[in-house]
């Protein structure tokens, strides 16, 4: 056996909330938007074919892109969507 000598320094950590942060309102540091329009609270919801998902999932910033392709199906499709 070899002659190891452990040192352990214990350190006390405090239980009281001396530590909490508060939320301050409209702070500057916090999370910002992707986009300038808010999104809506209810997501649409669709069922696609076996294997699709893991495909779209792969390709980089999937989502704004499939925003950007309903946009535009909607702009396309004109006066039928009123």
């Keep these: 056996m070899s002659n190891l000598n452990v040192?352990?320094?214990f350190v006390s950590i405090p239980t009281s909330n001396s530590f909490s942060m508060t939320f301050q309102r409209k702070n500057?540091?916090?999370a910002l938007p992707f986009n300038?329009?808010?999104f809506?609270?209810?997501?649409v919801c669709l069922k696609v074919r076996?294997?699709?998902?893991e495909?779209?999932?792969?390709?980089?910033d999937w989502q704004e892109q499939l925003r950007?392709?309903?946009?535009?199906?909607?702009k396309?499709?004109?006066d039928i969507c009123k």
Excluded at 68 to 74: A, T
């Design 36 to 38: 300038e329009e808010p």
């Design 7 to 9: 040192c352990a320094k």
């Design 76 to 78: 396309n499709t004109g």
């Design 28 to 30: 500057k540091l916090g």
């Design 68 to 74: 950007g392709l309903i946009d535009e199906l909607i």
């Design 50 to 53: 076996e294997g699709v998902k």
């Design 55 to 60: 495909k779209l999932k792969a390709i980089p």
């Design 40 to 43: 809506d609270k209810s997501p």
